[in-house]
């Protein structure tokens, strides 16, 4: 394990220190999957076809998109030193699609990046800021497959036959869900195709398809990588061993990939998660084993009903508290099952949830008394107590 270093140092560093090494030089790396996974969040002018665009010629022409999204300018920076780069600039982007359909429940974007070593990278899009895209994510709770995940099986299959080369399928996020899932269902042609399935904080899957011939496949090829106080990357049957990645953000605030540390060509290690990101996982786990899927699905049906009644249409437009509050209307509804109701109702006392809050202060203070540890932590490769079951003994890639 990499131990930490006193310097600070994050992917738009890691463009500036090794962006000039070409991938002969340098080999791939997950910080070179990530940046493809930060890549697919932007969109771009007329990419869409079988040509597409080099980054330095997308930059150049200023195909980029802007946005108004938070995490637009990090995003953008990232692919300007990209495409200034001779590791990425003649990376080519091309058949780019993004959908959002509210009556389908849809949000998906994907795009393939032709890559300088010969291999092509099929990036996937992780929730963005609608409230369609995170109702998607809540109800893979209760469904067995979502409209985003059949998009990512029929993308990948499409992307598959335009080339013999290699693939690595790579997201942050949803995305991460989406890589795992689409390579889990492809043909058994097209998963001979995949070198490699990289997942950045990605809802682990549910337990049919864990449980699945295809799943078994490609497991062995899954990279996981999830920050110190992750949630996002513990949900459902996420993929063990895993490795922990320093973030020099808060609580979910680390589910941003741009606050995610890096030393060289590799991820700064930590030992485990934290605690916070223990309990909160335990108490998600131990509602989704209590409760069956028509139940789940009644409390997001009522939670989101009742964000639909705030007119919102992006997760935004709800602040933090008024979420909190939408949570804790829904879990008191007499519709919503006892064991949901509790369940939430802690979740609450304990200021988590999916879109913000954290007991990481709390821990902090606990572990300042009781020891001099910055991180109390969970090592990933034993059995923890957040509940999933092991669906693989697969190694990171994480280098020497």
């Given at each position: 394990?990499?131990?930490?270093?006193?310097?600070?140092?994050?992917?738009?560093?890691?463009?500036?220190?090794?962006?000039?090494?070409?991938?002969e030089v340098s080999p791939w790396n997950e910080i070179d999957s990530l940046l493809c996974a930060v890549l697919s969040y932007l969109n771009f002018h007329g990419v869409q076809d079988?040509?597409?665009?080099?980054?330095?010629?997308?930059?150049?022409?200023?195909?980029?998109?802007?946005?108004?999204?938070?995490?637009?300018?990090?995003?953008?920076?990232?692919?300007?030193?990209?495409?200034?780069?001779?590791?990425f600039g003649d990376c080519r982007m091309h058949h780019c699609i993004s959908l959002t359909d509210e009556k389908l429940c849809l949000q998906f974007a994907?795009?393939?990046?032709?890559?300088?070593?010969?291999?092509?990278?099929?990036?996937?899009?992780?929730?963005?800021?609608?409230?369609?895209?995170?109702?998607?994510?809540?109800?893979?709770?209760?469904?067995?497959?979502?409209?985003?995940?059949?998009?990512?099986?029929?993308?990948?299959?499409?992307?598959?036959?335009?080339?013999?080369?290699?693939?690595?399928?790579?997201?942050?996020?949803?995305?991460?869900?989406?890589?795992?899932?689409?390579?889990?269902?492809?043909?058994?042609?097209?998963?001979?195709?995949?070198?490699?399935?990289?997942?950045?904080?990605?809802?682990?899957?549910?337990?049919?398809?864990?449980?699945?011939?295809?799943?078994?496949?490609?497991?062995?090829?899954?990279?996981?990588?999830?920050?110190?106080?992750?949630?996002?990357?513990?949900?459902?049957?996420?993929?063990?061993?895993?490795?922990?990645?320093?973030?020099?953000?808060?609580?979910?605030?680390?589910?941003?990939?741009?606050?995610?540390?890096?030393?060289?060509?590799?991820?700064?290690?930590?030992?485990?998660?934290?605690?916070?990101?223990?309990?909160?996982?335990?108490?998600?786990?131990?509602?989704?084993?209590?409760?069956?899927?028509?139940?789940?699905?009644?409390?997001?049906?009522?939670?989101?009903?009742?964000?639909?009644?705030?007119?919102?249409?992006?997760?935004?437009?709800?602040?933090?508290?008024?979420?909190?509050?939408?949570?804790?209307?829904?879990?008191?509804?007499?519709?919503?099952?006892?064991?949901?109701?509790?369940?939430?109702?802690?979740?609450?006392?304990?200021?988590?949830?999916?879109?913000?809050?954290?007991?990481?202060?709390?821990?902090?203070?606990?572990?300042?008394?009781?020891?001099?540890?910055?991180?109390?932590?969970?090592?990933?490769?034993?059995?923890?107590?957040?509940?999933?079951?092991?669906?693989?003994?697969?190694?990171?890639?994480?280098?020497?």
């Amino acid at each position: 394990m990499r131990v930490r270093k006193n310097t600070m140092a994050n992917l738009t560093d890691y463009l500036a220190w090794r962006g000039e090494f070409p991938l002969e030089v340098s080999p791939w790396n997950e910080i070179d999957s990530l940046l493809c996974a930060v890549l697919s969040y932007l969109n771009f002018h007329g990419v869409q076809d079988y040509r597409g665009w080099t980054l330095r010629e997308a930059k150049r022409i200023d195909l980029l998109i802007d946005s108004t999204d938070s995490t637009f300018a990090a995003r953008k920076k990232a692919f300007e030193m990209m495409a200034e780069s001779n590791r990425f600039g003649d990376c080519r982007m091309h058949h780019c699609i993004s959908l959002t359909d509210e009556k389908l429940c849809l949000q998906f974007a994907a795009m393939c990046i032709d890559l300088p070593d010969g291999t092509m990278a099929v990036a996937f899009r992780g929730t963005d800021n609608t409230i369609v895209g995170w109702r998607e994510d809540f109800n893979m709770a209760y469904q067995t497959r979502v409209p985003a995940q059949e998009a990512a099986g029929y993308y990948l299959a499409c992307a598959a036959k335009l080339t013999d080369k290699p693939l690595r399928i790579i997201g942050h996020s949803k995305g991460g869900n989406l890589a795992v899932y689409a390579s889990a269902v492809a043909s058994r042609k097209v998963q001979k195709q995949i070198e490699s399935i990289w997942s950045f904080d990605g809802p682990g899957m549910n337990l049919e398809t864990a449980r699945t011939e295809g799943f078994g496949r490609i497991r062995d090829r899954i990279r996981s990588y999830i920050p110190q106080s992750s949630i996002i990357g513990l949900l459902m049957e996420y993929y063990r061993p895993y490795t922990v990645v320093r973030s020099t953000a808060k609580g979910l605030e680390q589910h941003d990939p741009m606050t995610w540390q890096v030393y060289g060509g590799h991820f700064e290690e930590m030992a485990g998660i934290d605690r916070s990101a223990s309990l909160t996982c335990e108490t998600l786990h131990e509602w989704l084993a209590n409760s069956t899927p028509e139940q789940r699905g009644s409390f997001v049906e009522t939670l989101f009903t009742l964000a639909d009644n705030t007119n919102a249409t992006k997760m935004s437009d709800l602040m933090n508290e008024k979420f909190r509050s939408l949570l804790k209307m829904a879990g008191g509804r007499k519709s919503v099952n006892p064991e949901t109701r509790r369940v939430f109702n802690r979740l609450i006392a304990q200021a988590v949830t999916l879109a913000a809050g954290n007991v990481v202060e709390w821990v902090r203070g606990k572990t300042e008394q009781d020891g001099p540890d910055e991180w109390a932590t969970i090592d990933p490769k034993e059995q923890d107590k957040t509940g999933g079951q092991e669906t693989g003994d697969n190694p990171p890639d994480g280098g020497s």
